[in-house]
């Protein structure tokens, strides 16, 4: 571990400057939590590359800087629509910078009992929905695992503040889809902020929801904690995007309770900053449910992104269904850990993962870890790792269509990536991420035209 | 249009064409027949230009050009299509797309302008209807999860976007029932005109009921052994195979 105490760094500073006006926001279990979570924090420091759950990441580019606590910045409608996910049509909160954005928010007539807005707001009515769930789902105390490390959700909760609450009470469909977005614009130099969001559908509920970190300027650190609470039944489409600013550093995790009979889908899409990290953590604590893991991951450059991935069934007779995919060229190094729990009573446990890498450079690197502990006895687990080059016979058969070779090595690694993206089922979000992928590879692969589409 | 002589072709060491000539005027369609491991797929393979077959001698002309020469792309290009036997799955690009990226590179190389997205649609539509397929079928992912049947009625709604000057078929009514065959049959014949060659590589003669050939050649272990009319396929219905290594045999 990195020493913070020893030597004064910007993320232990800045707590004693901010401890007061923090302590004046939401009911004084939050204060509680923040205490605890900056000891817990400042005992354990920065992780290294000597901590197992961080082995091939180098957060260096943490230690070394200094960032200031985060303030608001002034992005008005038009930036927003003129970002790639600015014409998604759904229920959208915003935060710049950390802090509710009403402006760049949208008022929508709701269904009785639900709430989509900002914590601060949503404490009003559900206070003890919030106290009951925030911090309970994202903790890994109790569970199987010998090297946890919940760092950057004790120095997410340490600076809790604000982010976004979806609350869906029993037995509620959402049409529109939810649209959370954070944005960030470090225009006087790096800030860090510390966006957290809370998601909680009750029995029988059914929400599709994108969350998006979406950079806007400069350089900065996201810390970003999200929490998801199922009921029985419950079902969510939970899409993540994160496009941030490429000298930028992201790390977030999504921690996931799943009722039974439940289904959760997450569908992560990573595009963006010098290093990304983003921990899925899913506990499975009732019988029948299903869990779909969607990864998609782009680098270039000299970028990390590294997935971490955990899914603890602790009961039987649930399934889940595991597909990671990431696309690397020059330098960029990716890192994929998939950790499957099956706990003694989980029997009838079905579990497939699968992770596949396709590496366009020589000196682009993926460290691929697949982990599977069962300790229970009628289960299947399956795990499957490929790092490769295109399939000849595809890129033949674009070819022999009259696609010149590079345009259709272009086009499969696009397609590799875009498998990922049909997983979603918003038609004008998934449409949205394809154009991303593609500008995003764009710039790298010699891709056919896509205008008109 | 096309002419091959003397072609020899091997894979590995395995030599598998042992002297192919065949020629194929403009509007005519001609049938390859052979038992399985005569080199048919090879010889479909080899004018499309896969990879993995080493051309040891001989020549391969679409129209006086040399097509040994030319890398895949370009032989699309020059207007040959390969309807594939076993047609390829590829998730994450739609038909439109993967079409409209195919017609308009052809169409580049060739010196004509590109496709608007309008004008691509409504090029399309026409053929959609023409193989009797559903639209829905458009936006979906290249070949995924279709039927054996849904993906050769595929390889020939593809072959009538682009539009080549010589189809090649290969083994494409393996796997089809007799209806999905006949609509794969009548989306051919719609595509035969005096400008157009075509070249079916069957092991049965079922399809030849659909797609009456002017010519039937019998490939037999890297050469062709036989050629005739359309009877020559009836022939071979009735006697199976057998009866042209005896032919052969008899002339030795």
């Known amino acids: ?453 | 249009m096309l002419e091959i002589k003397n072609l020899h072709a091997r894979v590995e060491d395995k030599e598998i064409l042992r002297g192919i000539d065949l020629s194929v005027k403009a509007g005519e369609t001609h049938a390859i027949m052979g038992p399985n491991g005569s080199g048919k797929s090879t010889l479909a393979s080899v004018i499309a230009g896969k990879s993995g077959y080493e051309v040891t001698s001989g020549s391969v002309e679409l129209n006086g050009l040399d097509l040994l020469e030319m890398e895949p792309a370009e032989r699309a290009a020059a207007g040959v299509f390969l309807a594939f036997q076993y047609p390829v799955e590829i998730p994450g690009v739609t038909n439109t797309y993967f079409l409209r990226a195919a017609l308009n590179n052809i169409r580049r190389s060739r010196g004509e302008h590109e496709l608007s997205m309008s004008d691509f649609m409504k090029h399309i539509k026409s053929k959609v209807l023409l193989m009797d397929m559903e639209n829905s079928l458009l936006s979906r992912s290249v070949n995924e999860g279709f039927s054996g049947g849904e993906k050769k009625r595929n390889e020939i709604f593809q072959m009538a976007v682009l539009e080549p000057s010589l189809a090649v078929l290969d083994e494409t009514d393996s796997g089809l029932d007799i209806d999905a065959l006949k609509v794969v049959a009548n989306g051919v014949n719609a595509l035969r005109s005096p400008d157009r060659a075509i070249v079916v590589v069957t092991h049965y003669q079922r399809l030849l009921n659909y797609i009456v050939p002017d010519y039937v050649h019998i490939l037999m272990d890297g050469r062709i052994v036989k050629s005739g009319g359309k009877e020559l396929a009836f022939e071979l219905e009735e006697k199976g195979y057998g009866f042209v290594e005896e032919e052969l045999a008899s002339k030795a």
């Open chain 1, 1 to 453: 571990m990195i020493d913070l105490k020893s030597t004064p760094h910007s993320l232990i500073e800045n707590f004693s400057l901010m401890k007061g006006l923090l302590s004046t926001y939401g009911p004084d279990s939050f204060q509680v939590l923040r205490e605890q979570a900056f000891r817990s924090f400042s005992e354990f420091g920065l992780p290294t590359t000597k901590d197992e759950e961080f082995k091939y990441l180098s957060l260096k580019a943490l230690e070394d800087g200094r960032f200031a606590p985060a303030y608001g910045a002034t992005i008005d409608r038009y930036q927003v629509e003129q970002t790639a996910v600015g014409q998604v049509d759904a229920i959208t909160v915003t935060f710049v910078n950390g802090e509710y954005a009403p402006e760049l928010s949208s008022a929508h007539l709701l269904p009785k009992g639900v709430f989509i807005g900002s914590i601060r707001d949503g404490l009003a009515a559900h206070e003890g929905s919030i106290v009951r769930h925030l911090g309970e789902i994202a903790t890994l105390k109790g569970k199987l695992g010998t090297t946890n490390d919940e760092r950057f959700v004790y120095l997410n909760t340490a600076y809790l503040t604000d982010g976004a609450f979806v609350y869906l009470p029993k037995g509620v469909s959402l049409e529109l889809p939810v649209h959370i977005l954070y944005l960030t614009s470090a225009d006087h130099g790096p800030l860090v902020s510390f966006p957290r969001t809370l998601i909680v559908l009750e029995e029988n509920s059914d929400a599709k929801v994108l969350e998006t970190y979406l950079g806007i300027e400069g350089v900065y650190f996201t810390n970003a904690v999200t929490e998801v609470f199922l009921g029985e039944s419950a079902i969510l489409e939970h899409t993540r995007f994160q496009d941030e600013q490429i000298e930028s550093v992201h790390i977030g995790v999504n921690a996931v309770h799943q009722g039974a009979d439940s289904i959760y889908t997450s569908n992560n899409v990573t595009f963006g900053a010098r290093i990304a990290r983003n921990d899925v953590n899913v506990w499975l604590d009732g019988e029948h449910t299903e869990t779909w893991l969607n990864g998609a991951s782009v680098g270039f450059g000299h970028q990390a992104i590294d997935n971490h991935t955990r899914i603890d069934h602790a009961k039987p007779n649930c399934n889940s269904f595991e597909v990671y995919k990431t696309i690397l060229g020059d330098h960029a190094l990716g890192v994929f850990n998939g950790k499957i729990f099956v706990y003694e009573d989980a029997q009838k446990t079905d579990a497939k993962q699968t992770n596949k890498a396709i590496l366009l450079s020589p000196t682009a690197t993926i460290n691929t870890k697949p982990q599977l502990e069962i300790f229970a006895d009628d289960v299947k687990c399956t795990h499957g790792a490929t790092i490769g080059q295109l399939r000849e016979e595809s890129l033949f058969y674009l070819q022999s269509r009259g696609i010149p070779k590079p345009e259709a090595q272009g086009l499969l690694v696009y397609a590799f990536a875009a498998e990922v993206l049909e997983k979603i089922t918003i038609p004008t979000v998934r449409d949205i991420l394809e154009k991303a992928l593609f500008e995003k590879l764009k710039e790298s692969q010699k891709l056919p035209d896509q205008d008109g589409e």
